[in-house]
Nanobody, 122 residues
């Protein structure tokens, strides 16, 4: 079992930055690939970014490439999402999740956090 708790969300103006954190419980954090997803009101949950177990490889959805960076610190059992140049369309609840491989679909993720709200004002 892995428990995930996100933090770092909030209200920011367009062009600003936020860093989301996701703290995991348990000693098996490094055995999971980690992902970030987001869900805006009335929309389906969508993939944002994912990172391999060691952090050697990262993958992003096109709309955030060059603006968002996913990283992890296995010693701290934490995965991060640095979000720069934020846009109003980035407004959503952001979720971290753990999986046994690299996946873009939420259906393959086994564990989920409760989410943290990000609101970008224009």
């Amino acid at each position: 079992q892995v428990q995930l708790v996100e933090s770092g969300g909030g209200l920011v103006q367009a062009g600003g930055s936020l860093r989301l954190s996701c703290a995991a419980s348990g000693r098996t954090f490094s055995s999971y690939s980690m992902g970030w997803f987001r869900q805006a009101p009335g929309k389906e949950r969508e993939f944002v970014a994912t990172i391999t177990r060691t952090g050697a490889y990262t993958y992003y959805t096109d709309s955030v490439k060059g603006r968002f960076t996913i990283s992890r610190d296995n010693a701290k059992n934490t995965v991060y999402l640095q979000m720069n140049s934020l846009k109003p369309e980035d407004t959503a609840a952001y979720y971290c999740a753990a999986a046994n491989g690299i996946y873009y679909s939420s259906r393959y993720y086994d564990y989920w956090g409760q989410g943290t709200q990000v609101t970008v004002s224009s």
